[in-house]
């Protein structure tokens, strides 16, 4: 499998910058700047972000139905032991790399922004700049990871309302939503910290 390119890097100092001129630079810093901002915000990232999501959903709802089990339905049979063991194991297995993803991408998103503004420092290039500043991106990280954070609110306050009670779901239906919630909330949280970024970067190559 080939490795993936890595990050354009940062510029070099300045006392080591050797471009024969103005245009050669400007030429580096919007290529460099127009790969650091598909990293962060382009279609790819958005699909690996949601495809994380799911992953720790999927794991967590593993593990949420192994508490289920012990906690509210009081399955303490042998054979309904061990179904509920190799399913929390199973869920544990898929949640802790989908959350190792999710850490990675969220170093990748810090990098990814130290070295933005190192290039945008360079110089102004309202021309090529364009391109970065276009709200399309950033408007649909803000609404979909809105939309995360308000779904995680309402699993974490309505829903445990509608399953939990003396006849339904006990501590273990509540530790679920509350994880489900929890895992929305954070990955909404990351998405508008992007939006964010994004929107402050437009404005200063707008200034």
């Known amino acids: ?11 070099p100092p300045a006392e080591l910058r050797t471009w024969p001129a103005r245009d050669a630079m400007l030429a580096d810093r919007a290529f460099a700047m127009g790969e650091l901002t598909k990293r962060q915000l382009g279609g790819r990232r ?30 303490f049979d042998p054979v309904t032991m061990i179904f509920v063991t190799v399913m929390a194991a199973l869920g ?56 995360l954070c ?21 501590y273990g239906t509540v530790a679920y939503f509350m994880g489900a919630a929890l895992l929305l909330w954070v990955h909404g949280l990351i998405g508008l910290t992007k939006a964010y970024a994004h929107y402050r970067l437009a404005v200063r190559l707008g200034n």
């Not at 309402?154 to 309302?161: D, M």
């Open 1 to 11: 499998m080939a490795r993936r390119t890595p990050l354009p890097p940062p510029p």
């Open 46 to 75: 958005l699909v690996f972000f949601l495809l994380f999501l799911a992953a720790c959903q999927l794991g967590w709802g593993l593990v949420g139905a192994a508490l289920i089990g012990i906690f509210d339905d009081g399955l």
């Open 92 to 147: 544990v297995g898929a949640l802790i790399p989908s959350l190792w993803g999710v850490v990675h991408g969220v170093r990748s998103d810090t990098t990814c922004r130290a070295r933005l503004a190192q290039w945008a420092g360079l110089d102004r290039d309202a021309a090529r700049d364009r391109a970065i500043r276009r709200p399309g991106l950033g408007i649909l990280w803000a609404v979909l990871s809105f939309a």
């Open 150 to 170: 308000a779904l995680g609110l309402w699993t974490s306050f309505a829903v445990p309302n509608m399953f939990v009670g003396p006849t339904r779901g006990g």
